[in-house]
């Protein structure tokens, strides 16, 4: 596979230089001096016609004069990958990087061509890494910049855009003027005053055309052996020689060129730091990661990389602090500064934001049905009774609620019922409603994400906390710790907590004293299987609070020791005498008979037993 | 404040037109604004007032397009003129990389050209920014106006700074891309300073 070679004709000394392109041209000269010392690729783009591939191979001619031992390689990219596609069909596995491997300087031209290639891509960033590593120089000539290159892998513009990128612009008019007296003077003949004024002045897109309009000229001049005048050249050219139109915006950029070259070129990694310091703390924010960097040796492709991704950090900062202060503009978080002004500690800003989030997060909220009247249950239950009590006045009667029973006993939509009736009669109460298994599975979340404390105080607005099969937290301790707290939280607010499981406190193994006793402080309930089933045909309720066994007499709360007893827990007989009149009274044999007052399996008897005997 | 970010490889500069009431800053902008190409340029926003003076202010967008590989803005703003309206000069003049002070070349207007380069001084002085050290250009404008002040008077006058002055006719255009490229390369040279100083001053102040 041959490569191809370095055009003679074209070298530093016959390539004019003007403002719109002394930025490329001193560039490439420096590469050419020093291959791999600076600017490291060298992006070179222009229109087509500006001299790019004559900058390009000067660099190739300069560096094989001043480094013999140099291995010198230019391509375009179109023949390089024909090549390589030859050698591939030929058996050649790693033709591409073969192709490379030896090259100490890569010229590779037309570069844009890689748009939408994917292999050629991988290809070349394989052998780029190759050829950098052994401190080789990449030269690229493109008609567009690098970020212009559509579908370009993102390795490769990063890599692209390491070094110096520099644009070739049209030339003005006086380097225009220059360029046709010098080529004419390459080709040994002379112009008549005022004939490279002229042809400066004609509307030409680039060079290559300048070049053509003066070839016709020295033609002229050759063939028929006499000068062309200023005045012949309109003529010669078969155009009208206009008056270049007032490009004055065009003139301007191609000025101004220069100095923007000079901003952004050879400034070293550590002033791009130094920089980067000054403005984000001007902002106020901590710059220690940039600062740390800034004593250590980077490259300036590390130093972008750093502050681009610093930078980056800044914004999710500023995102974090904009939600947390939509979400709550009174939030204490928005005070952390040495959190939300410190890139170093976005992972903490993240959490303060979950926090936020987690405490504003809306409460699990029970079904809207069924109500006390859908209830498929008996309204002269005793546990409905007592629930229907407590929905009318939550947080001051039989608090908490703890309602048992077995499994399809009607315990879920007798606390479903329970918290539409609280929530009907005032809908302001902050209602949490959920399964034990929930909370816990929140829980654990809010801890795997570090944000405990707002998931707290999301539960601490509750004023109405329903927990369903709270079985599910038997056997936990963090669960428990957890609504042991919130159990005293929502009690000392004045709240109501209703539990319900399919046996009662003292019957759930696993569950820790301090939270059995809460459990039992209020008022516990029995649901019963049967309970359904006599929906109407056996009115099951109590003649008087005397009835009822002392073990589901309302107590006062016993939430804690400094909780103040507001009110104090009404007698059952509040909520038996609320009963119909018109129910008849069970017989005195029946009441022993009921599941709902008595308990007829008694949890653990064994141990109970052995524990007395011993 | 003008902006360099290498990572997203963009330049932005702030220059604003100074200078006393009709002496030509919104003609200088609307002069560019006619010859830069529309892909080029965003809408020139003026907010005048009824009498046509500048109420507010001027802004025209320009965009350089990719120079050195560096996305190049450029933003023009105008301040309006008349005495009373200081506040919004100091407003327009907040985060300006470069002043340009349109000066009235007639005779009859010698007055308020210095006025304005004294309130243009008191308010950069109130930004904490040394006049000596921060890029400008003067022009003298409404130089096709007949028994104009000599150049040599108004340098006298105006120009004790020695910064570099043009002559200029905004409404035809003569001088107008003159000026922006002299006061848009000190701008620049600037920038290019800045990068030059902060490792000094970042090491300075105790290396953070």
């Known amino acids: 596979m041959s490569t191809l070679d370095l055009d003679p004709r074209f070298t530093f000394d016959n390539f004019v230089v003007g403002a719109a392109n002394r930025l490329a041209a001193a560039a490439a000269r420096r590469v050419a001096d020093a291959p791999g010392a600076a600017y490291n690729p060298l992006f070179l783009y222009s229109a087509s016609g500006l001299g790019k591939t004559h900058l390009v191979m000067a660099i190739g001619a300069h560096a094989r004069r001043v480094h013999p031992n140099l291995t010198v390689v230019y391509e375009t990219l179109e023949h390089l990958l024909e090549g390589v596609m030859s050698a591939i069909q030929a058996g050649e596995r790693d033709a591409f990087r073969n192709r490379l491997r030896h090259a100490d300087l890569l010229l590779l031209d037309d570069v844009q061509f890689l748009a939408g290639r994917r292999g050629a891509q991988e290809e070349l960033l394989r052998a780029w890494d190759l050829l950098t590593a052994r401190g080789g120089q990449v030269v690229l000539a493109s008609d567009r910049p690098p970020t212009e290159i559509d579908d370009l892998d993102q390795r490769l513009l990063t890599r692209f855009s390491g070094g110096l990128i520099a644009d070739i612009g049209s030339p003005e008019y006086e380097t225009r003027i220059v360029i046709a007296r010098s080529k004419a003077e390459e080709r040994g003949q002379t112009l008549a005053p005022g004939v490279a004024e002229t042809l400066a002045r004609v509307e030409f897109t680039n060079v290559r055309e300048l070049q053509g309009a003066l070839n016709r000229v020295l033609a002229v001049q050759e063939l028929e052996g006499r000068t062309v005048t200023a005045e012949e050249v309109a003529h010669l050219l078969g155009v009208g020689v206009e008056t270049r139109k007032a490009d004055e915006f065009g003139a301007f950029l191609n000025d101004i060129a220069g100095a923007v070259g000079e901003v952004v070129s050879g400034v070293s990694a550590e002033q791009r730091l130094a920089d980067a310091i000054l403005r984000w703390e001007g902002e106020g924010f901590r710059t220690r990661r940039l600062e740390l960097a800034l004593d250590s040796p980077v490259s300036e492709i590390e130093a972008d990389t750093l502050i681009d991704e610093f930078e980056s950090d800044v914004e999710r900062l500023r995102s974090i602090g904009a939600r947390i202060r939509e979400l709550d503009p009174e939030a204490p978080e928005l005070e952390r500064l040495e959190v939300l002004r410190n890139p170093d500690r976005l992972h903490d800003a993240e959490a303060l934001l979950a926090a936020v989030e987690a405490r504003t997060r809306s409460l699990p909220q029970p079904p809207t049905s069924p109500s006390f009247d859908e209830l498929a249950l008996p309204a002269s239950l005793f546990a409905v009774r007592a629930a229907r009590a407590v929905g009318e006045a939550p947080g001051t009667r039989y608090n908490p609620l703890y309602v048992h029973g077995p499994a399809g006993a009607g315990k879920s939509a007798l606390l479903v019922a329970l918290a539409n009736e609280v929530r009907s009669q005032s809908p302001d109460t902050a209602i949490a409603y959920l399964t034990g298994r929930e909370f816990a599975d929140e829980l654990m979340d809010a801890i795997q994400h570090n944000h405990v404390d707002g998931w707290r105080s999301r539960y601490r607005r509750a004023r109405l906390l329903v927990l369903d099969d709270v079985d599910a937290i038997a056997g936990t301790e963090r669960v428990q710790e957890e609504l042991f707290h919130l159990f005293d939280d929502i009690v000392r607010a004045g709240g109501q907590l209703v539990f319900a499981a399919e046996v009662a406190p003292r019957a759930l193994a696993g569950l820790e004293e301090r939270l059995r006793t809460r459990m039992e402080s209020g008022l516990v309930v029995e649901l019963n299987e049967g309970a359904e089933e006599a929906t109407g045909t056996e009115p099951e309720t109590t003649g008087s609070a005397r009835d009822v066994p002392a073990w589901v007499e309302p107590r006062v709360p016993v939430a804690g020791n400094d909780v103040p007893v507001a009110h104090a827990e009404p007698d059952l007989t509040d909520v038996l005498d609320e009963a119909p009149q018109s129910e008849p009274q069970l017989p005195v044999d029946d009441f022993f008979r009921s599941r709902e007052k008595v308990l007829w399996q008694w949890p653990y008897v064994e141990d109970w037993l052995e524990t007395e005997a011993g | ?208």
């Open chain 2, 1 to 208: 404040m003008s902006l360099v970010n290498y990572s997203t490889k963009e330049i932005t500069c702030k220059i604003v037109y100074y200078g006393p009431g009709r002496s030509g800053k919104t003609s200088n902008l609307q002069y560019v604004h006619a010859f830069v190409p529309e892909e080029r340029k965003g809408p020139m926003v003026s907010l005048a007032t009824e009498t046509d003076r500048t109420l507010f202010f001027d802004f025209l967008p320009l965009d350089l397009g990719t120079i050195s590989g560096f996305r190049t803005r450029m933003q023009l703003y105008t301040v309006p003129g008349q005495v009373y309206y200081n506040a919004t000069r100091k407003l327009v003049l907040r985060g300006a990389d470069g002043v340009v002070f349109v000066a009235d070349s007639q005779r009859e207007q010698l007055e308020e050209n210095m006025e304005s380069l004294r309130n243009l001084h008191e308010n950069l002085l109130e930004e904490n920014i040394e006049p000596r050290d921060f890029p400008m250009v003067l022009q003298y404008n409404k130089r096709d106006l007949p028994g104009v002040v000599s150049i040599e008077e108004l340098d006298d006058l105006l120009n004790f700074r020695g910064v570099p002055a043009f002559p200029a006719s905004a409404l035809s255009g003569n001088g107008v891309f003159d000026t922006l490229k002299s006061i848009s390369q000190l701008v620049l040279q600037s920038l290019s300073r800045r990068f030059r100083a902060p490792v000094d001053q970042v090491a300075a102040r105790g290396g953070g």
